[in-house]
């Protein structure tokens, strides 16, 4: 085993990069290093599981370990790599029963992802205080806000559960009003589950609108929908402390004292790096790993993908930071097969997402933000419309803001988001397409979209928001 192919963590970049590997070149070997015991579950399916939606925290697993050792991955679980050297090409590593070596690689893939950041909240030892952004996260969730005589242990059926953390949350009272710390991905997902669940909810956000990478509109349209769910939105409420010793008891907002039972803090992520320090490996935006189109780093044979990498934006042609499951995935799957003899690029990303907020659904793609637009050499105009998901006199038809940007110069389409109840997040892969393929605004408006009315309009929403701001670019 002189020159196998090792992965750093066991998730969506670091198994889909083995699993091709394997595939391709069967004759070496493939390390996978995992310092914990979860690897290949559905992170975006935690706060459908703490709703109640998912029955089974088992669900939420794309690959079991049996199914890894299958596909003749050798995984190594409560093994993590501390450090790398890369003019020796050797790993350290050290494993839960505190043994420590080296280990020679041939290539690297570093698919560390990502941890919860908490700002100025630190939730260590807090009873009822909590970040999401791991599944014994969510078990100790689902734990806590149920009756401690309700609560289903069965719901949590993976082994690799931590046990301890969801009983000792499983005995306490269980709260009845929560303050949501972050009114972003995370925060709008919990909300609605925890709303799910008979909590009382309050959403505190920092800036004057909720989703800010969405815009201001679909920010406005998914605060009404949390409201009509009975949700408390506060804008412009930056959280300044937890308050509690041992529990939590209260938030502090801009001056105010206001009392909670349960906190959930979602403000960001930060890329797991450390175990490159002192290599002089080239990090990027965000603090993340900076790779190549082919995934690899400044340092020899040694590659990068998922939460802890960048990739090369597809409107700004430049190196961005922006973790999503998709682009973890593709990533490692290019990497596998670039390292087994097969050159693959790793792909562009566009920062395509969505997200609902019970019947609202909103998703985004591009540069919507004009500041950023401009900074990165172009003159951005936008236009919002609103206008019917399907024919007016079909039944089910709901309103649906669509907002575009381009570029004054050339008319490229540069983003666009969309919200609304109707099968709205959808459409965004329409708009997500024709910003990879560098679309004017007027080639867009001019695509041959499908029309009946159970569908769409005649002239769909990405359409009729197409036309309007080709007017504004003639003007």
């Given at each position: 085993?002189?020159?196998?192919?090792?992965?750093?963590?066991?998730?969506?970049?670091?198994?889909?990069?083995?699993?091709?590997?394997?595939?391709?070149?069967?004759?070496?070997?493939?390390?996978?290093?995992?310092?914990?015991?979860?690897?290949?579950?559905?992170?975006?399916?935690?706060?459908?599981?703490?709703?109640?939606?998912?029955?089974?925290?088992?669900?939420?697993?794309?690959l079991s370990p049996?199914?890894?050792?299958?596909?003749?991955?050798?995984?190594?679980?409560?093994?993590?790599?501390?450090?790398?050297?890369?003019?020796?090409?050797?790993?350290?590593?050290?494993?839960?029963?505190?043994?420590?070596?080296?280990?020679?690689?041939?290539?690297?893939?570093?698919?560390?992802?990502?941890?919860?950041?908490?700002?100025?909240?630190?939730?260590?030892?807090?009873?009822?205080?909590?970040?999401?952004?791991?599944?014994?996260?969510?078990?100790?969730?689902?734990?806590?806000?149920?009756?401690?005589?309700?609560?289903?242990?069965?719901?949590?059926?993976?082994?690799?559960?931590?046990?301890?953390?969801?009983?000792?949350?499983?005995?306490?009272?269980?709260?009845?009003?929560?303050?949501?710390?972050?009114?972003?991905?995370?925060?709008?997902?919990?909300?609605?589950?925890?709303?799910?669940?008979?909590?009382?909810?309050?959403?505190?956000?920092?800036?004057?609108?909720?989703?800010?990478?969405?815009?201001?509109?679909?920010?406005?349209?998914?605060?009404?929908?949390?409201?009509?769910?009975?949700?408390?939105?506060?804008?412009?409420?930056?959280?300044?402390?937890?308050?509690?010793?041992?529990?939590?008891?209260?938030?502090?907002?801009?001056?105010?004292?206001?009392?909670?039972?349960?906190?959930?803090?979602?403000?960001?992520?930060?890329?797991?790096?450390?175990?490159?320090?002192?290599?002089?490996?080239?990090?990027?935006?965000?603090?993340?790993?900076?790779?190549?189109?082919?995934?690899?780093?400044?340092?020899?044979?040694?590659?990068?993908?998922?939460?802890?990498?960048?990739?090369?934006?597809?409107?700004?042609?430049?190196?961005?930071?922006?973790?999503?499951?998709?682009?973890?995935?593709?990533?490692?799957?290019?990497?596998?097969?670039t390292v087994a003899?097969?050159?693959?690029?790793?792909?562009?990303?566009?920062?395509?997402?969505?997200?609902?907020?019970?019947?609202?659904?909103?998703?985004?793609?591009?540069?919507?933000?004009?500041?950023?637009?401009?900074?990165?050499?172009?003159?951005?105009?936008?236009?919002?419309?609103?206008?019917?998901?399907?024919?007016?006199?079909?039944?089910?038809?709901?309103?649906?803001?669509?907002?575009?940007?381009?570029?004054?110069?050339?008319?490229?389409?540069?983003?666009?988001?969309?919200?609304?109840?109707?099968?709205?997040?959808?459409?965004?892969?329409?708009?997500?397409?024709?910003?990879?393929?560098?679309?004017?605004?007027?080639?867009?408006?001019?695509?041959?979209l499908a029309y009946?009315?159970?569908?769409?309009?005649?002239?769909?929403?990405?359409?009729?928001?197409?036309?309007?701001?080709?007017?504004?670019?003639?003007?």
């Open positions: 085993m002189s020159d196998p192919f090792v992965v750093v963590g066991a998730d969506a970049a670091g198994l889909s990069a083995a699993s091709k590997f394997r595939r391709e070149a069967p004759d070496r070997d493939v390390i996978a290093y995992e310092k914990g015991r979860w690897i290949s579950y559905a992170y975006c399916g935690m706060p459908y599981f703490i709703a109640g939606y998912v029955d089974r925290m088992s669900d939420l697993l794309s049996g199914e890894v050792d299958e596909r003749e991955i050798d995984l190594r679980r409560g093994h993590e790599v501390v450090a790398v050297d890369p003019d020796a090409k050797r790993v350290t590593v050290e494993t839960t029963e505190g043994d420590r070596f080296d280990r020679a690689y041939g290539d690297l893939l570093v698919a560390t992802g990502a941890r919860a950041t908490t700002g100025p909240f630190d939730v260590r030892g807090v009873d009822g205080a909590f970040t999401l952004h791991n599944m014994d996260a969510a078990a100790a969730i689902d734990a806590y806000v149920a009756e401690p005589d309700a609560y289903d242990p069965e719901r949590a059926d993976v082994s690799a559960v931590d046990r301890e953390r969801a009983d000792r949350n499983a005995a306490m009272p269980a709260p009845e009003t929560v303050a949501v710390v972050g009114g972003g991905y995370v925060g709008v997902e919990v909300a609605e589950a925890l709303t799910e669940r008979g909590l009382d909810v309050h959403v505190f956000q920092r800036s004057g609108h909720l989703l800010p990478p969405f815009g201001e509109t679909v920010g406005g349209r998914v605060e009404d929908a949390l409201e009509a769910e009975g949700v408390a939105v506060h804008t412009d409420s930056p959280v300044e402390a937890l308050v509690g010793d041992d529990r939590i008891e209260a938030v502090d907002v801009d001056g105010d004292r206001i009392s909670f039972d349960m906190a959930v803090v979602g403000v960001g992520i930060r890329p797991n790096t450390e175990l490159l320090d002192g290599t002089g490996v080239e990090l990027g935006s965000g603090g993340a790993i900076r790779v190549d189109d082919r995934g690899r780093t400044s340092l020899p044979d040694v590659y990068a993908a998922g939460d802890c990498a960048t990739a090369r934006h597809a409107v700004t042609g430049d190196p961005d930071w922006i973790p999503l499951g998709l682009t973890a995935n593709r990533a490692g799957r290019a990497i596998g097969a003899g097969d050159p693959t690029p790793v792909g562009h990303i566009a920062g395509t997402a969505a997200v609902k907020a019970f019947d609202a659904e909103a998703a985004r793609v591009g540069l919507l933000d004009h500041e950023a637009a401009a900074e990165a050499g172009f003159d951005p105009v936008s236009e919002t419309v609103t206008a019917g998901s399907r024919s007016g006199y079909y039944p089910g038809a709901a309103e649906t803001d669509v907002t575009l940007v381009a570029d004054r110069d050339t008319g490229r389409l540069l983003g666009g988001s969309i919200v609304g109840t109707d099968r709205a997040a959808v459409r965004i892969d329409t708009l997500a397409t024709a910003v990879e393929a560098d679309m004017t605004v007027a080639e867009v408006e001019r695509l041959d009946a009315p159970p569908f769409s309009p005649v002239w769909d929403p990405v359409l009729v928001a197409a036309k309007v701001l080709n007017g504004t670019l003639d003007d």
